[in-house]
């Protein structure tokens, strides 16, 4: 049962790690688009 609890927190872990990459990523196209605007 240890082994799934981890597995479990694991795939949590990675689930966050995803969001906040993508967050950077985003954040970056969008600061990329508002210097190419002005």
Known sequence: S???EKS???SNVLLIVALG???A???LIVAIL???MI
């Open 21 to 23: 990459e993508g967050i």
């Open 2 to 4: 240890a082994l799934t």
């Open 25 to 27: 990523i985003y954040g």
């Open 8 to 10: 479990e927190l694991f």
């Open 34 to 36: 508002i210097i190419i």
